[in-house]
């Protein structure tokens, strides 16, 4: 008899319950320390794509001094620059997100969360073993490729592990922890670039350092779920089931009572939503939104981060000396989300974006005039600050627009746009270097941001306290 009240109970919990009931118990989750330690699992997996991401900037002096790559070249599209090697990141970032986006949606956050990972630090390393810039490049691109589709997976797997109502401290959170790998990414290039131990470049001890640490991976998948909403709207309700009670119980609602769901409508299928209807009404007009978002957002952000040691070098800096300022600059990476997390929840995510847009126009140009050290390290760090907390607002903005059966591939989609646009921005902000020098570069900046501010202030939606969904 027990067998089988136990069995009514949880059919009776599926048939009330369904997809769209299991979004709002999710919903109803208090915030509790398994619901943040699963958080802080992702963010820490989440390290090694971010590591692996920013080192493009970091190891750049490195590629100039082994005679790999130059700083800037003659032709527009130079592929024997650094503009090429960030093009070659970008690139792959593009493929990964647009094509490959759609993995995460059919075979699981989980699956794709940990082989994207292996794949791309199998590419890191065989790129540090690379003695010619085709052979860099190439692998690079490779690697790009993974951390793209890393980078979608991990977004839709937070924002369908919390509610909506800490949903903006959560990416708050996240990027604060993933982002700890860019001043050590800093730190380990200041130290090695210069040097060559063991008569190994420097650059390629910073790349093989990430790829090592990375295999922590096999450990920290142990100890993550599979999202409960995406096994749901795949129909396989009784795991959804097991791992939301898990959930629940981990917050003392489990026996709390629960309203039976109306008779609404079915829920949608993964596969119900093609590609091509992200192109036409109800998600157009998001798509459209946030491609434009991400085509400019990118070159605020990347313009700085992948080019901070370089434009500090066009200032008459020694390579050292900009590794050094890079480094202290890092520590803003970390520290600025967590500052955000205190008014993360508080307001829109479009008026958070808007403002710290206006913020590195304003930081971004007192950059390019200062000279003394003190103050271009303070307006780094300011203007890394509003970059981190554009970066966190946008990353839960863009994923929890979209319904479970499309988030990955739709914020995929859209989040393309920004490695498409960081892809030519590479070639794009050398040849503005080369001709306007570190002003040049800041007003091409200025100009993208004032696209950011004025679409988002007129065309975003309202998002905050909405359950995922609905």
Known sequence: MGVVGIDTGLELGANSSGPDGISRRLESLPATAHVWRLVILLSLAGCFEIYDLFLTGYIAPGLGRSGLLTATTQAFFGF????????????????????????????????????????????????????????????????????????????????????????????????????????????????????????????????????????????????????????????????????????????????????????????QTAGSVNFTDLFRPPYLSLVALFMVFNLCQAFGFYGFANWVPTLLVEKGITVTKSLQYSFIVAFAYPIAPLIAASFADRFERRWIIACACAAIIVFGMAFAQLTQPAMLIACGV??????????????????????????????????????????????????????????????LITAAMLVVVITMALFGPNVRGRPLDA
């Open 382 to 443: 300011l203007l890394t600050a509003c970059n981190m907390t554009m970066s966190y607002a946008y990353h839960a903005y863009q994923t929890e627009v979209f319904p479970t059966q499309v988030r990955a591939r739709a914020s995929g989609l859209v989040y393309s746009m920004s490695r498409l646009s960081a892809t030519f921005s590479g070639f794009i902000v050398a040849w503005m270097l080369k001709e306007g020098g570190v002003t040049g570069v800041f007003g």
């Open 80 to 267: 024997s620059g650094i503009g090429a090697f960030v093009a070659a990141t970008f690139a792959g970032l593009f493929v990964g997100t647009f094509f490959l986006g759609f993995l995460a949606d059919r075979f699981g956050r989980r699956a794709i969360f940990t082989y994207a990972l292996l794949a791309y630090t199998a590419a890191s390393v065989i790129m540090a073993c690379q003695t010619s810039a085709g052979g860099v490049l190439f692998w690079r691109f490779l690697a790009g490729i993974g951390i793209g589709v890393e980078v979608i997976t991990i977004d839709a797997y937070i924002t369908e592990l919390v509610p909506s109502r800490m949903r903006g401290r959560a990416f708050a959170v996240n990027q604060s922890i993933m982002f700890i790998a860019v001043p050590i990414v800093a730190f380990l290039a200041w130290w090695l670039v210069p040097l060559s131990p063991y008569g190994v470049d420097g650059w390629r001890w910073v790349v093989l350092i990430g790829a090592a640490a990375s295999m922590v991976i096999w450990v920290l998948r142990l100890f993550l779920p599979e999202s409960p909403l995406w096994l749901a709207r795949h129909g396989r309700m009784e795991e959804a089931l097991r791992i939301l009670a898990t959930l629940e119980a981990a917050g003392g609602t489990s026996d709390a009572p629960r309203a039976a769901a109306p008779a609404a409508r079915p829920a």
